[in-house]
């Protein structure tokens, strides 16, 4: 019987942790944990450092670890390496962000899970493992839809002054960036995926402007017919999304999804509550 459990969900830049003991839950936050950025012993150091006097480590049953880039299982095992060294008596459930998605939205029931957040991604769920996937191209080829492909909308609307008067004046007046500045971000600096969703806020802050609803609907739509209108699951099962871009235009999510004549599941921000109710049905 497991009783003492940790469920992680982890970005690159972010790892919420919630921890469940005789079903008291706490939850916790971290740098966000990639085996593409940090290797074992850097989790390992990373880890121990966030539980230091939160949780009595050989008393965890089992931990399970969502996040980015784990289907590659070159990943996989740096990750379960340090977290071994971490949680000695645990078992441990090492899974993709998607599979946390799905977990979260559809439980055990068939769905089609969809992340719209930083980045984008989209698969059937049978009701126990991922069957079908779309091709996850990143944010330089795909990403359709995520805060990476909305922001460099806005980008290419304000270097190419696409955008009228006002919203020019607008986005200098937030940001006061030179071409130069932007450039050297996009291409220079790291985490360029994560500097161009940050300008979603701008879209955010300014909704009923033509131009603005325009970027978000022909972005959300590039994603439909990307990815959802390619899977046959589609239109036998709800459609559920998790991201905080889809959060944010839910309205869109919802307009979009009666015009392609599917079935809405549920929107959340985040797979952590859905997550622990799945957990607590499944020990």
């Not at 469940?20 to 990639?34: A, D, E, F, P, R």
């Not at 940090?38 to 989790?43: G, T």
């Not at 960036?177 to 932007?182: E, F, N, R, V």
């Not at 979603?200 to 033509?210: A, D, I």
Request: charged fraction near 20%; include cysteine; proline fraction near 3%.
């Amino acid at each position: 019987m497991i009783k003492n459990y940790i469920i992680a969900d982890s970005g690159a830049t972010k790892c919420q942790w919630t921890i469940v003991q005789s079903n008291k839950k706490t939850s916790l936050s971290s740098l966000g944990i990639s085996p593409y950025f940090l290797s074992a012993s850097q989790i390992q150091a990373l880890v121990e450092k966030t539980f230091k006097n939160k949780v009595k480590l050989d008393t965890i049953d089992a931990v399970y670890f969502y996040g980015t880039g784990l289907s590659n299982p070159d990943n996989v095992a740096p990750l379960k390496k340090a977290l071994k060294l971490v949680f000695t008596k645990a078992t441990f459930d090492i899974q993709t962000d998607l599979v946390a998605a799905a977990r979260a939205t559809c439980q055990h029931t068939k769905g089609v899970a969809c992340i719209v957040g930083t980045g984008s991604n989209t698969g059937f769920y049978n009701g126990k493992k991922i069957t079908k996937n779309s091709p996850g191209l990143g944010y330089v080829l795909g990403d359709e839809g995520s805060g990476s492909y909305l922001g460099k909308k806005v980008i290419q609307y304000y270097l190419y002054k696409t955008f009228d008067e006002d919203l020019m004046s607008r986005f200098e007046k937030k940001y006061t960036l030179s071409k130069d500045a932007i450039l050297n971000s996009v291409y220079k600096e790291p985490a360029p995926n994560r500097y161009l969703a940050n300008f979603t806020q701008f879209l955010v802050e300014n909704r009923g402007h033509y131009m603005i609803e325009n970027i978000i609907e022909d972005g959300l739509n590039d994603f439909f017919y990307a990815h959802i209108n390619k899977m046959n699951e589609a239109w036998l099962y709800p459609i559920h999304f998790v991201g905080s871009v889809a959060y944010g235009f839910k309205d869109i999510i919802k307009q979009l999804a009666l015009s392609y004549e599917i079935e809405l599941g549920t929107i959340v921000k985040s797979p952590m509550p859905g997550l622990i109710t799945f957990h607590q049905n499944n020990k």
